[in-house]
Protein backbone atom coordinates (compact mmCIF):
# COMPACT_ATOMS: atom_id res chain seq x y z
CA UNK A 1 0.00 0.00 0.00
CA UNK A 2 1.42 3.04 -1.00
CA UNK A 3 0.49 6.19 1.69
CA UNK A 4 -0.59 8.28 -1.50
CA UNK A 5 -3.05 6.08 -1.59
CA UNK A 6 -4.74 7.48 0.95
CA UNK A 7 -5.53 10.87 2.72
CA UNK A 8 -3.38 11.30 5.07
CA UNK A 9 -4.71 9.59 8.44
CA UNK A 10 -7.67 7.79 6.25
CA UNK A 11 -10.53 9.94 6.25
CA UNK A 12 -10.30 12.66 3.46
CA UNK A 13 -10.17 16.84 5.10
CA UNK A 14 -14.04 17.43 4.64
CA UNK A 15 -15.19 14.34 6.89
CA UNK A 16 -12.67 15.18 8.84
CA UNK A 17 -13.83 18.90 9.14
CA UNK A 18 -17.26 17.45 10.29
CA UNK A 19 -16.01 15.17 12.48
CA UNK A 20 -14.18 18.44 14.42
CA UNK A 21 -17.13 20.02 14.54
CA UNK A 22 -19.39 17.53 16.10
CA UNK A 23 -16.25 17.00 18.79
CA UNK A 24 -16.38 20.71 18.98
CA UNK A 25 -19.69 20.79 19.74
CA UNK A 26 -18.87 17.82 21.97
CA UNK A 27 -16.57 20.37 24.25
CA UNK A 28 -19.04 23.07 24.28
CA UNK A 29 -21.47 20.70 25.99
CA UNK A 30 -20.33 18.42 28.28
CA UNK A 31 -21.50 14.83 28.03
CA UNK A 32 -24.13 15.56 25.54
CA UNK A 33 -24.44 13.34 22.44
CA UNK A 34 -23.36 14.61 19.44
CA UNK A 35 -24.56 12.50 16.53
CA UNK A 36 -22.18 12.49 13.70
CA UNK A 37 -22.01 10.67 10.35
CA UNK A 38 -20.08 7.83 10.84
CA UNK A 39 -17.96 6.75 7.96
CA UNK A 40 -16.56 2.93 6.99
CA UNK A 41 -13.71 2.55 8.30
CA UNK A 42 -11.54 -0.78 7.40
CA UNK A 43 -12.95 -2.64 10.07
CA UNK A 44 -16.12 -3.57 11.27
CA UNK A 45 -18.25 -1.89 13.97
CA UNK A 46 -17.10 -3.05 17.65
CA UNK A 47 -13.78 -2.81 16.55
CA UNK A 48 -13.31 0.61 17.73
CA UNK A 49 -14.27 2.56 14.27
CA UNK A 50 -16.17 5.46 16.32
CA UNK A 51 -12.19 5.86 18.45
CA UNK A 52 -11.01 5.55 15.29
CA UNK A 53 -12.59 8.14 13.49
CA UNK A 54 -12.18 10.34 16.34
CA UNK A 55 -8.37 10.40 16.06
CA UNK A 56 -8.20 10.62 12.58
CA UNK A 57 -10.01 13.73 12.89
CA UNK A 58 -7.65 15.20 15.72
CA UNK A 59 -4.10 13.26 15.04
CA UNK A 60 -1.44 15.50 13.39
CA UNK A 61 2.50 14.93 12.44
CA UNK A 62 3.97 15.99 15.88
CA UNK A 63 1.47 13.93 17.45
CA UNK A 64 2.45 10.60 19.44
CA UNK A 65 -0.36 7.58 19.76
CA UNK A 66 -0.60 5.10 21.96
CA UNK A 67 -3.42 2.49 21.88
CA UNK A 68 -4.72 0.30 25.02
CA UNK A 69 -7.26 -2.46 24.54
CA UNK A 70 -8.38 -3.34 28.64
CA UNK A 71 -4.96 -2.13 29.57
CA UNK A 72 -2.77 -3.84 27.23
CA UNK A 73 -0.64 -2.31 24.23
CA UNK A 74 -0.08 -5.65 22.86
CA UNK A 75 -3.61 -7.04 22.36
CA UNK A 76 -4.34 -7.68 18.90
CA UNK A 77 -6.83 -4.94 18.40
CA UNK A 78 -4.34 -2.56 20.27
CA UNK A 79 -1.30 -3.86 17.59
CA UNK A 80 -3.70 -3.39 14.27
CA UNK A 81 -4.94 0.42 15.27
CA UNK A 82 -1.75 1.48 16.20
CA UNK A 83 -0.66 0.51 12.91
CA UNK A 84 -3.38 1.72 11.42
CA UNK A 85 -1.82 5.17 12.60
CA UNK A 86 1.45 4.33 12.13
CA UNK A 87 0.86 3.71 8.35
CA UNK A 88 -1.71 6.59 7.38
CA UNK A 89 -0.85 9.19 9.60
CA UNK A 90 3.19 8.81 9.63
CA UNK A 91 2.05 8.69 14.06
CA UNK A 92 4.79 8.44 16.04
CA UNK A 93 3.80 5.81 18.61
CA UNK A 94 4.74 4.81 22.47
CA UNK A 95 3.35 2.30 24.99
CA UNK A 96 4.50 5.14 27.85
CA UNK A 97 1.68 6.86 28.75
CA UNK A 98 3.36 10.12 30.09
CA UNK A 99 5.04 10.23 26.49
CA UNK A 100 1.68 10.40 24.56
CA UNK A 101 -0.38 13.46 23.36
CA UNK A 102 -3.30 11.33 22.08
CA UNK A 103 -4.35 7.66 23.79
CA UNK A 104 -6.72 5.46 21.92
CA UNK A 105 -8.53 3.00 24.47
CA UNK A 106 -10.64 0.75 24.79
CA UNK A 107 -12.07 -0.25 28.17
CA UNK A 108 -9.20 1.37 30.65
CA UNK A 109 -8.25 4.69 32.20
CA UNK A 110 -4.12 4.44 32.25
CA UNK A 111 -3.20 4.51 35.98
CA UNK A 112 -0.55 6.78 35.23
CA UNK A 113 -2.34 10.21 36.09
CA UNK A 114 -3.26 12.52 32.29
CA UNK A 115 -1.61 15.39 31.95
CA UNK A 116 -2.75 19.07 30.21
CA UNK A 117 -2.79 18.69 26.40
CA UNK A 118 -3.10 14.95 26.04
CA UNK A 119 -6.60 13.26 24.66
CA UNK A 120 -7.99 10.60 25.69
CA UNK A 121 -10.02 8.95 22.80
CA UNK A 122 -12.90 6.11 24.08
CA UNK A 123 -14.17 3.94 21.75
CA UNK A 124 -17.63 3.67 23.20
CA UNK A 125 -20.12 0.62 22.11
CA UNK A 126 -23.73 2.30 23.75
CA UNK A 127 -23.40 5.54 24.04
CA UNK A 128 -27.13 6.47 25.64
CA UNK A 129 -27.33 5.33 29.47
CA UNK A 130 -30.85 5.52 29.41
CA UNK A 131 -31.18 2.57 26.15
CA UNK A 132 -32.20 0.10 28.52
CA UNK A 133 -35.41 1.67 30.28
CA UNK A 134 -35.88 4.04 26.78
CA UNK A 135 -35.93 2.55 23.13
CA UNK A 136 -37.01 5.46 21.20
CA UNK A 137 -34.82 8.32 21.06
CA UNK A 138 -36.93 10.72 20.79
CA UNK A 139 -37.85 10.29 24.18
CA UNK A 140 -34.04 9.57 25.51
CA UNK A 141 -33.25 13.15 24.01
CA UNK A 142 -36.06 14.59 26.08
CA UNK A 143 -35.43 12.82 28.47
CA UNK A 144 -31.96 14.13 28.96
CA UNK A 145 -33.32 17.76 28.34
CA UNK A 146 -34.98 17.76 30.87
CA UNK A 147 -32.92 15.64 33.14
CA UNK A 148 -35.69 13.53 33.97
CA UNK A 149 -33.22 10.80 35.75
CA UNK A 150 -34.93 8.65 37.98
CA UNK A 151 -34.54 5.79 36.38
CA UNK A 152 -31.10 5.77 36.39
CA UNK A 153 -31.62 5.32 39.97
CA UNK A 154 -34.00 2.92 39.62
CA UNK A 155 -31.17 0.82 38.24
CA UNK A 156 -29.09 0.82 41.08
CA UNK A 157 -31.82 0.57 43.72
CA UNK A 158 -32.25 -2.60 42.06
CA UNK A 159 -28.76 -3.49 42.54
CA UNK A 160 -28.77 -2.97 46.17
CA UNK A 161 -32.74 -4.71 46.88
CA UNK A 162 -30.83 -7.89 44.92
CA UNK A 163 -27.11 -7.42 45.76
CA UNK A 164 -27.07 -5.81 49.40
CA UNK A 165 -24.60 -3.19 47.19
CA UNK A 166 -24.41 -0.96 43.95
CA UNK A 167 -22.93 -4.44 41.80
CA UNK A 168 -22.70 -2.23 38.86
CA UNK A 169 -19.15 -2.64 37.89
CA UNK A 170 -18.29 -1.10 34.36
CA UNK A 171 -19.98 1.15 32.45
CA UNK A 172 -20.94 3.23 35.82
CA UNK A 173 -23.35 6.32 34.93
CA UNK A 174 -21.74 9.22 35.69
CA UNK A 175 -23.61 13.17 35.82
CA UNK A 176 -21.08 15.58 33.91
CA UNK A 177 -20.46 19.10 34.75
CA UNK A 178 -23.96 18.75 36.98
CA UNK A 179 -26.32 18.03 33.91
CA UNK A 180 -25.92 15.22 32.02
CA UNK A 181 -25.47 11.47 32.66
CA UNK A 182 -23.30 10.25 30.45
CA UNK A 183 -22.10 6.58 29.81
CA UNK A 184 -18.10 6.32 30.60
CA UNK A 185 -18.17 3.02 27.99
CA UNK A 186 -17.34 -0.12 29.71
CA UNK A 187 -14.30 1.13 31.45
CA UNK A 188 -14.24 -0.12 35.13
CA UNK A 189 -15.48 2.00 37.77
CA UNK A 190 -12.60 2.17 39.40
CA UNK A 191 -11.34 4.57 36.94
CA UNK A 192 -14.21 7.14 37.12
CA UNK A 193 -12.94 8.89 39.54
CA UNK A 194 -10.18 9.68 36.95
CA UNK A 195 -12.64 11.17 34.89
CA UNK A 196 -12.86 14.05 37.67
CA UNK A 197 -11.17 16.98 36.98
CA UNK A 198 -8.98 15.50 34.81
CA UNK A 199 -6.54 17.92 32.93
CA UNK A 200 -6.47 15.77 29.90
CA UNK A 201 -9.37 16.47 27.32
CA UNK A 202 -11.98 13.49 27.20
CA UNK A 203 -13.13 12.39 23.52
CA UNK A 204 -15.57 9.79 23.06
CA UNK A 205 -16.87 8.14 19.50
CA UNK A 206 -19.36 5.34 18.99
CA UNK A 207 -19.35 4.18 15.00
CA UNK A 208 -21.72 2.28 14.93
CA UNK A 209 -24.71 4.84 17.20
CA UNK A 210 -22.67 7.23 15.31
CA UNK A 211 -22.36 9.52 18.36
CA UNK A 212 -19.46 11.73 19.98
CA UNK A 213 -19.68 13.07 23.28
CA UNK A 214 -16.38 14.85 25.51
CA UNK A 215 -15.45 15.71 28.89
CA UNK A 216 -13.28 18.93 28.17
CA UNK A 217 -10.40 19.40 30.71
CA UNK A 218 -11.44 20.56 34.22
CA UNK A 219 -14.87 19.00 33.86
CA UNK A 220 -16.99 17.79 37.24
CA UNK A 221 -17.48 14.06 36.86
CA UNK A 222 -19.66 12.21 39.56
CA UNK A 223 -20.47 8.83 39.92
CA UNK A 224 -24.29 8.52 40.80
CA UNK A 225 -24.87 6.69 44.36
CA UNK A 226 -27.22 7.11 47.10
CA UNK A 227 -26.21 8.73 50.40
CA UNK A 228 -26.77 5.58 52.34
CA UNK A 229 -24.85 3.65 49.61
CA UNK A 230 -22.14 6.01 48.19
CA UNK A 231 -20.06 4.99 45.67
CA UNK A 232 -17.09 2.82 45.76
CA UNK A 233 -14.83 1.77 43.31
CA UNK A 234 -13.13 -1.95 43.28
CA UNK A 235 -10.24 -2.86 45.85
CA UNK A 236 -8.17 -6.14 46.10
CA UNK A 237 -6.98 -8.09 48.84
CA UNK A 238 -3.25 -8.76 47.08
CA UNK A 239 -1.07 -6.04 45.16
CA UNK A 240 -0.31 -6.99 41.53
CA UNK A 241 1.74 -10.25 41.69
CA UNK A 242 4.07 -9.14 39.15
CA UNK A 243 5.14 -5.47 40.36
CA UNK A 244 3.22 -5.00 43.57
CA UNK A 245 1.56 -2.52 43.16
CA UNK A 246 -1.30 -1.71 45.45
CA UNK A 247 -3.35 0.74 43.96
CA UNK A 248 -3.78 -0.54 40.38
CA UNK A 249 -6.50 -2.02 38.56
CA UNK A 250 -6.43 -6.25 38.63
CA UNK A 251 -7.13 -8.53 36.28
CA UNK A 252 -7.10 -12.23 37.65
CA UNK A 253 -5.18 -14.54 35.68
CA UNK A 254 -5.26 -18.10 35.26
CA UNK A 255 -2.05 -19.28 34.75
CA UNK A 256 -1.86 -23.07 34.08
CA UNK A 257 -4.70 -26.33 33.51
CA UNK A 258 -5.12 -26.56 37.76
CA UNK A 259 -6.72 -23.61 38.13
CA UNK A 260 -4.01 -21.40 39.84
CA UNK A 261 -4.73 -17.95 39.73
CA UNK A 262 -2.67 -14.48 39.68
CA UNK A 263 -3.96 -10.75 39.92
CA UNK A 264 -1.45 -8.98 37.84
CA UNK A 265 -2.07 -4.95 36.67
CA UNK A 266 -4.43 -4.33 33.84
CA UNK A 267 -2.32 -1.26 32.76
CA UNK A 268 1.11 -3.26 31.27
CA UNK A 269 2.62 0.36 30.93
CA UNK A 270 1.95 1.40 34.61
CA UNK A 271 3.55 -2.42 35.51
CA UNK A 272 6.38 -1.87 33.79
CA UNK A 273 6.99 0.92 35.29
CA UNK A 274 6.66 0.15 38.80
CA UNK A 275 8.86 -3.27 38.01
CA UNK A 276 11.65 -0.54 37.10
CA UNK A 277 11.37 1.87 40.24
CA UNK A 278 11.50 -2.01 41.70
CA UNK A 279 14.50 -2.34 40.76
CA UNK A 280 16.40 0.65 40.56
CA UNK B 1 -63.99 20.63 50.18
CA UNK B 2 -62.71 24.19 49.65
CA UNK B 3 -64.87 26.52 47.06
CA UNK B 4 -61.04 26.51 44.78
CA UNK B 5 -61.42 24.39 42.04
CA UNK B 6 -58.72 21.74 41.72
CA UNK B 7 -58.87 20.86 38.05
CA UNK B 8 -60.69 23.49 35.88
CA UNK B 9 -61.85 21.99 32.04
CA UNK B 10 -62.86 24.66 29.83
CA UNK B 11 -63.98 24.36 26.65
CA UNK B 12 -62.00 21.49 25.56
CA UNK B 13 -62.35 19.34 21.82
CA UNK B 14 -59.94 16.78 20.86
CA UNK B 15 -61.60 15.48 17.44
CA UNK B 16 -59.89 12.71 15.28
CA UNK B 17 -63.25 12.72 13.33
CA UNK B 18 -66.55 14.61 13.20
CA UNK B 19 -67.78 13.22 16.83
CA UNK B 20 -65.02 10.79 17.00
CA UNK B 21 -63.15 12.31 20.46
CA UNK B 22 -64.30 14.91 22.85
CA UNK B 23 -65.87 17.91 22.51
CA UNK B 24 -67.28 21.16 24.11
CA UNK B 25 -66.03 19.85 27.41
CA UNK B 26 -66.30 22.33 30.38
CA UNK B 27 -66.27 21.23 34.19
CA UNK B 28 -64.80 21.92 37.67
CA UNK B 29 -63.14 19.21 39.72
CA UNK B 30 -62.90 20.41 43.98
CA UNK B 31 -60.20 18.64 46.20
CA UNK B 32 -61.33 15.58 47.39
CA UNK B 33 -63.72 14.65 44.86
CA UNK B 34 -64.64 12.08 43.05
CA UNK B 35 -65.38 12.50 39.47
CA UNK B 36 -66.80 9.07 37.30
CA UNK B 37 -66.53 9.47 33.45
CA UNK B 38 -69.09 6.85 32.02
CA UNK B 39 -70.65 6.76 28.73
CA UNK B 40 -70.69 3.53 26.15
CA UNK B 41 -67.30 2.48 24.57
CA UNK B 42 -66.24 4.96 21.62
CA UNK B 43 -67.80 7.86 23.41
CA UNK B 44 -64.78 9.46 23.84
CA UNK B 45 -63.74 8.76 27.12
CA UNK B 46 -60.41 7.42 27.53
CA UNK B 47 -59.82 10.79 24.78
CA UNK B 48 -61.03 13.47 27.40
CA UNK B 49 -59.19 11.43 30.07
CA UNK B 50 -56.09 11.39 28.06
CA UNK B 51 -56.59 15.11 27.23
CA UNK B 52 -57.51 16.40 30.95
CA UNK B 53 -54.27 14.78 32.24
CA UNK B 54 -52.07 16.37 30.19
CA UNK B 55 -50.91 13.63 27.95
CA UNK B 56 -52.71 15.00 24.67
CA UNK B 57 -52.59 18.26 23.14
CA UNK B 58 -56.31 19.73 23.06
CA UNK B 59 -57.58 20.90 19.82
CA UNK B 60 -58.73 23.76 21.74
CA UNK B 61 -59.14 24.48 25.04
CA UNK B 62 -57.87 24.92 28.39
CA UNK B 63 -57.08 22.94 31.91
CA UNK B 64 -56.10 24.51 34.32
CA UNK B 65 -54.41 23.11 37.60
CA UNK B 66 -53.94 24.23 41.10
CA UNK B 67 -51.28 23.46 42.48
CA UNK B 68 -50.24 22.44 46.47
CA UNK B 69 -48.94 26.34 46.37
CA UNK B 70 -52.07 27.49 45.43
CA UNK B 71 -50.66 28.77 42.01
CA UNK B 72 -52.88 27.56 39.24
CA UNK B 73 -51.00 26.43 36.26
CA UNK B 74 -52.38 25.98 31.91
CA UNK B 75 -51.77 22.61 31.48
CA UNK B 76 -50.86 23.06 27.41
CA UNK B 77 -49.55 26.46 27.96
CA UNK B 78 -46.20 25.61 30.84
CA UNK B 79 -42.88 24.16 29.90
CA UNK B 80 -43.32 20.35 29.17
CA UNK B 81 -40.49 20.13 31.29
CA UNK B 82 -43.44 21.33 34.36
CA UNK B 83 -46.22 19.29 32.67
CA UNK B 84 -44.15 16.20 32.71
CA UNK B 85 -42.94 17.29 36.87
CA UNK B 86 -46.75 17.84 37.29
CA UNK B 87 -47.29 14.36 36.61
CA UNK B 88 -45.07 13.07 38.04
CA UNK B 89 -45.87 14.02 41.47
CA UNK B 90 -48.91 16.35 42.24
CA UNK B 91 -50.66 14.29 39.38
CA UNK B 92 -51.41 10.47 38.65
CA UNK B 93 -51.89 8.18 36.14
CA UNK B 94 -53.74 4.76 36.59
CA UNK B 95 -53.51 2.44 33.05
CA UNK B 96 -56.18 0.05 32.90
CA UNK B 97 -53.98 -2.62 31.60
CA UNK B 98 -51.26 -2.42 34.86
CA UNK B 99 -48.28 -3.25 32.84
CA UNK B 100 -48.56 0.12 30.80
CA UNK B 101 -48.21 2.04 34.21
CA UNK B 102 -45.30 -0.11 35.72
CA UNK B 103 -41.84 -1.05 34.46
CA UNK B 104 -42.45 -4.94 33.84
CA UNK B 105 -38.72 -5.87 35.00
CA UNK B 106 -38.03 -3.60 37.90
CA UNK B 107 -38.99 -4.67 41.42
CA UNK B 108 -42.40 -3.79 42.99
CA UNK B 109 -39.87 -2.00 45.30
CA UNK B 110 -37.79 -0.20 42.07
CA UNK B 111 -41.48 0.41 41.08
CA UNK B 112 -42.67 2.38 43.83
CA UNK B 113 -39.14 4.46 44.64
CA UNK B 114 -39.08 5.66 41.07
CA UNK B 115 -41.14 8.56 41.39
CA UNK B 116 -39.52 9.75 44.59
CA UNK B 117 -36.06 9.28 42.57
CA UNK B 118 -37.65 11.13 40.22
CA UNK B 119 -38.68 14.13 42.24
CA UNK B 120 -34.79 13.72 44.11
CA UNK B 121 -35.10 11.21 47.05
CA UNK B 122 -31.53 10.07 46.81
CA UNK B 123 -31.67 7.45 50.00
CA UNK B 124 -31.96 4.05 49.62
CA UNK B 125 -32.83 3.34 53.04
CA UNK B 126 -35.99 6.16 52.95
CA UNK B 127 -36.72 5.05 49.62
CA UNK B 128 -37.27 1.52 50.38
CA UNK B 129 -38.98 2.14 54.03
CA UNK B 130 -41.54 4.30 51.94
CA UNK B 131 -41.92 1.29 49.21
CA UNK B 132 -42.78 -0.92 52.00
CA UNK B 133 -45.50 1.33 53.47
CA UNK B 134 -47.29 1.50 50.65
CA UNK B 135 -47.02 -2.03 49.42
CA UNK B 136 -48.43 -2.56 53.21
CA UNK B 137 -51.65 0.19 52.32
CA UNK B 138 -52.05 -1.55 49.48
CA UNK B 139 -52.16 -4.93 50.61
CA UNK B 140 -49.35 -6.46 49.06
CA UNK B 141 -47.02 -9.33 51.26
CA UNK B 142 -44.07 -7.13 51.83
CA UNK B 143 -41.70 -10.11 51.44
CA UNK B 144 -42.77 -9.66 47.20
CA UNK B 145 -40.92 -6.32 47.42
CA UNK B 146 -38.21 -7.70 45.31
CA UNK B 147 -40.19 -9.59 43.12
CA UNK B 148 -40.95 -8.12 39.17
CA UNK B 149 -44.80 -7.24 38.66
CA UNK B 150 -44.27 -10.05 35.95
CA UNK B 151 -44.80 -12.91 38.89
CA UNK B 152 -48.07 -10.59 39.88
CA UNK B 153 -51.83 -11.87 39.46
CA UNK B 154 -53.49 -9.14 37.32
CA UNK B 155 -55.26 -7.55 40.93
CA UNK B 156 -51.97 -7.47 42.84
CA UNK B 157 -50.70 -5.28 39.62
CA UNK B 158 -53.11 -3.21 39.77
CA UNK B 159 -52.67 -2.33 43.39
CA UNK B 160 -48.99 -2.08 42.90
CA UNK B 161 -49.62 0.35 39.95
CA UNK B 162 -51.69 2.34 42.58
CA UNK B 163 -49.04 2.51 44.94
CA UNK B 164 -46.88 3.93 42.22
CA UNK B 165 -48.86 6.40 42.19
CA UNK B 166 -49.36 7.40 45.37
CA UNK B 167 -46.22 7.35 46.42
CA UNK B 168 -45.83 11.23 46.20
CA UNK B 169 -48.82 12.13 47.34
CA UNK B 170 -50.48 13.17 44.34
CA UNK B 171 -53.86 15.47 45.08
CA UNK B 172 -55.39 14.05 41.89
CA UNK B 173 -54.70 10.94 40.13
CA UNK B 174 -56.70 9.79 36.72
CA UNK B 175 -58.19 6.37 36.76
CA UNK B 176 -59.03 4.53 32.44
CA UNK B 177 -61.21 1.58 33.63
CA UNK B 178 -59.15 0.46 36.34
CA UNK B 179 -60.87 -2.60 37.34
CA UNK B 180 -61.83 -3.21 33.69
CA UNK B 181 -59.45 -6.55 32.95
CA UNK B 182 -60.26 -8.25 36.84
CA UNK B 183 -62.55 -11.14 37.87
CA UNK B 184 -65.32 -10.15 40.23
CA UNK B 185 -63.88 -10.44 43.72
CA UNK B 186 -60.91 -8.76 42.56
CA UNK B 187 -62.55 -6.18 41.89
CA UNK B 188 -64.38 -5.62 44.83
CA UNK B 189 -61.47 -5.59 46.43
CA UNK B 190 -59.65 -3.26 44.62
CA UNK B 191 -62.97 -0.75 44.73
CA UNK B 192 -62.63 -0.72 48.86
CA UNK B 193 -59.53 -0.24 48.78
CA UNK B 194 -59.72 2.55 46.43
CA UNK B 195 -62.74 3.88 48.94
CA UNK B 196 -60.37 3.92 51.84
CA UNK B 197 -57.63 5.21 49.95
CA UNK B 198 -59.47 7.82 48.67
CA UNK B 199 -60.67 9.08 52.14
CA UNK B 200 -57.83 8.73 54.00
CA UNK B 201 -55.54 11.30 51.35
CA UNK B 202 -58.50 13.65 50.71
CA UNK B 203 -57.41 12.49 47.14
CA UNK B 204 -59.73 13.70 44.26
CA UNK B 205 -59.84 11.13 41.25
CA UNK B 206 -61.06 11.23 37.76
CA UNK B 207 -62.61 7.79 36.69
CA UNK B 208 -63.40 6.27 33.34
CA UNK B 209 -65.38 3.58 33.53
CA UNK B 210 -68.35 1.60 31.56
CA UNK B 211 -69.15 0.14 34.95
CA UNK B 212 -72.10 1.65 36.27
CA UNK B 213 -71.75 -0.17 39.86
CA UNK B 214 -68.12 1.33 40.06
CA UNK B 215 -68.98 4.46 39.32
CA UNK B 216 -71.95 4.39 42.19
CA UNK B 217 -69.72 3.26 44.71
CA UNK B 218 -66.38 5.30 44.02
CA UNK B 219 -68.00 8.32 42.24
CA UNK B 220 -69.36 11.73 43.87
CA UNK B 221 -70.20 12.92 40.55
CA UNK B 222 -71.04 11.82 37.02
CA UNK B 223 -70.38 12.86 33.58
CA UNK B 224 -72.30 10.93 31.32
CA UNK B 225 -70.73 11.34 27.87
CA UNK B 226 -72.17 10.19 24.50
CA UNK B 227 -70.85 10.70 20.89
CA UNK B 228 -67.67 12.63 21.96
CA UNK B 229 -70.10 15.21 24.06
CA UNK B 230 -71.31 15.48 27.77
CA UNK B 231 -74.95 15.09 27.82
CA UNK B 232 -75.67 15.05 31.47
CA UNK B 233 -73.78 15.91 34.51
CA UNK B 234 -75.02 15.87 37.78
CA UNK B 235 -74.69 14.00 41.69
CA UNK B 236 -74.02 9.98 40.92
CA UNK B 237 -77.45 9.53 42.99
CA UNK B 238 -79.14 11.76 40.88
CA UNK B 239 -78.05 11.00 37.80
CA UNK B 240 -78.30 6.91 38.45
CA UNK B 241 -81.46 7.31 40.12
CA UNK B 242 -83.20 10.47 38.54
CA UNK B 243 -81.64 10.31 34.76
CA UNK B 244 -82.81 12.88 33.10
CA UNK B 245 -81.70 12.58 29.52
CA UNK B 246 -82.86 9.82 26.98
CA UNK B 247 -79.31 8.26 26.52
CA UNK B 248 -78.54 8.35 30.18
CA UNK B 249 -81.92 6.12 30.93
CA UNK B 250 -81.16 3.93 28.39
CA UNK B 251 -77.40 3.41 29.90
CA UNK B 252 -79.13 3.09 33.18
CA UNK B 253 -82.02 0.66 32.19
CA UNK B 254 -80.21 -1.89 30.19
CA UNK B 255 -77.34 -2.13 33.50
CA UNK B 256 -80.74 -3.02 35.62
CA UNK B 257 -81.95 -5.44 33.07
CA UNK B 258 -78.55 -7.54 33.24
N1 LIG C 1 -55.43 8.03 18.44
C1 LIG C 1 -56.60 7.97 17.78
N2 LIG C 1 -56.65 8.13 16.45
C2 LIG C 1 -57.81 8.09 15.77
N3 LIG C 1 -59.00 7.89 16.36
C3 LIG C 1 -59.04 7.73 17.69
C4 LIG C 1 -57.84 7.76 18.47
N4 LIG C 1 -58.16 7.56 19.77
C5 LIG C 1 -59.51 7.42 19.80
N5 LIG C 1 -60.04 7.52 18.57
C6 LIG C 1 -61.45 7.43 18.23
O1 LIG C 1 -62.15 8.35 19.04
C7 LIG C 1 -63.35 7.77 19.53
C8 LIG C 1 -63.36 7.80 21.05
O2 LIG C 1 -62.39 6.88 21.52
P1 LIG C 1 -62.10 6.66 23.08
O3 LIG C 1 -61.01 5.67 23.18
O4 LIG C 1 -61.88 7.97 23.70
O5 LIG C 1 -63.48 6.05 23.58
P2 LIG C 1 -63.85 5.40 24.98
O6 LIG C 1 -65.09 6.07 25.42
O7 LIG C 1 -62.70 5.41 25.90
O8 LIG C 1 -64.19 3.91 24.56
P3 LIG C 1 -63.98 2.53 25.37
O9 LIG C 1 -65.07 2.46 26.38
O10 LIG C 1 -64.12 1.49 24.32
O11 LIG C 1 -62.61 2.57 25.97
C9 LIG C 1 -63.42 6.38 18.95
O12 LIG C 1 -64.23 6.42 17.79
C10 LIG C 1 -62.02 6.07 18.58
O13 LIG C 1 -61.96 5.20 17.47
MG1 LIG D 1 -61.45 3.92 26.79
Redesign the pocket.
Known sequence: MTDQAYNYAYLDEQTKRMLRRSILKAVAIPGFQIPFASREMPMPYGWGTGGMQVTCAVIGKQDTLKVIDQGADDTTNAVSIRKFFQTLAQAKTTEVTSEASIIQTRHRIPESPLQAGQILVYQVPIPEPLRFIEPRETETRLMHALQEYGVMHVKLYEDIARYGHIATAYAYPVKVNAHYIMDPSPIPKFDNPKMHQSPALQLFGAGREKRIYAIPPYTQVSSLDFEDHPFEVQSWDEPCAICGAQDSFLDEVVLDDRGTRQFICSDTDYCRQQQEANRD | MTDQALLQVKQISKL??PN???QNISFDLYPGEVLGIV??????????LRVISGREQPDVGEVLYRDRNQQVHSLFQVSESKRRHLLRSELGVVHQHPLDGLRPRVSAGGNIGERLMAVGSRHYGDIRARASQWLADVEIDIDRIDDTPLTYSGGMQQRLQIARNLVTEPSLIFMD?PTGGLDVSVQAKLLDLMRRLVQELNLAVII?T?DLGVARLLADRLVV?KN?EIVETGLTDQVLDDPQHAYTQLLVSSVLQQ
Do not use: D, F, N, R
Open positions: YQKGCGESGSGKSTLEVHMS
